[in-house]
């Protein structure tokens, strides 16, 4: 058994344990210099959060225990396919492998995929399902936001 | 003055707060039914979580305040460009509208742009910054993982 066929198959054994505590089929693991350095499942059942998506819970879980170096560099093995949103996460905190066992297409039947927000993501903000829209508002007589941020951070 | 103005000008006044206080400059209000029901800024200073998002913070914090349901149909106005993280996460809550104030052209001169991120998304796995891939670990002798859920759902 590869090191992959091993973490995943902790992040799937965490997403049955789930499954068997009410929740969705979702477990996820970080992994930094080859050691588990947390864990996640999905807990919208518990939280009614939609956002609490195993493998983001299981990045803040990690920062959290170990500080956001950590992750640099780090794997995250997820059970199945990540959605956009996690997928992000990862990418912001500086993890450097995600591998998942079950894709969407293996999710699809299940309504268990995210394969409609990644075709979204391809597409101009004018034909997602959220209207999206530029506003240029700007509060007169105030510094410009981002210059009022750069300043202070030359200080 | 129209509400969306008046929305952005609320983040973008929660915004300036946050860079006031050491953080980033993002802030972002959940409005319901034309009321503001929750608001968020980047905690990313104080939590050294990268997924400490004004926008996703915001989410959370409406759905801790008022429940899933009070998402739904819910507009977010966000000072600055939503992150895919953050785009996806109002998605996933059932938000009807996204505005914001300041663009991605805007921050690109002061890093505060998600366009790379945008960008990669719209590639194939094989060309982003992170190493992504499906390996269809199963664990022997278990039932399969996504029927395991479906069963348990039908009950």
Same mark, same amino acid.
């Given at each position: 058994?590869? /090191?992959?066929?091993?973490?995943?198959?902790? *992040?799937?054994? $965490?997403?049955?344990?789930n499954?068997?505590?009410?929740?969705?089929?979702?477990?996820? +693991? @970080?992994?930094?210099?080859?050691?588990?350095?947390?864990?996640? +499942?999905?807990?919208? #059942?518990?939280?009614?959060?939609?956002?609490? #998506?195993?493998?983001?819970?299981?990045i803040?879980?990690?920062?959290?225990?170990? !500080?956001s170096?950590?992750? =640099?560099?780090?794997? @995250?093995?997820?059970?199945?396919?990540?959605?956009?949103?996690?997928?992000?996460?990862?990418?912001?905190?500086?993890?450097?492998? @995600?591998?998942?066992?079950?894709?969407?297409?293996?999710?699809?039947?299940?309504?268990?995929?995210? *394969? #409609?927000?990644? /075709?979204?993501?391809? =597409?101009?903000?004018?034909?997602?399902?959220?209207?999206?829209?530029?506003?240029? *508002? =700007?509060? !007169?007589? =105030?510094?410009? $936001?981002?210059?009022?941020?750069?300043?202070?951070?030359?200080?």
């Amino acid at each position: 058994m590869t /090191d992959a066929d091993r973490f995943l198959c902790e *992040a799937i054994e $965490l997403a049955h344990a789930n499954v068997e505590a009410g929740g969705r089929p979702f477990g996820a +693991v @970080v992994v930094g210099n080859g050691q588990v350095i947390a864990t996640g +499942v999905n807990e919208t #059942h518990k939280s009614d959060d939609v956002t609490d #998506h195993a493998e983001l819970l299981a990045i803040r879980a990690a920062v959290r225990a170990h !500080g956001s170096e950590a992750l =640099r560099g780090s794997a @995250v093995y997820a059970s199945g396919h990540p959605c956009p949103m996690c997928l992000t996460a990862m990418r912001l905190a500086g993890v450097s492998e @995600v591998v998942f066992a079950y894709s969407n297409e293996d999710g699809a039947p299940y309504s268990l995929s995210t *394969a #409609h927000i990644y /075709d979204e993501l391809r =597409r101009p903000f004018s034909e997602h399902a959220m209207k999206i829209a530029c506003v240029p *508002a =700007r509060i !007169g007589g =105030r510094e410009d $936001l981002y210059a009022a941020w750069s300043r202070r951070q030359a200080k």
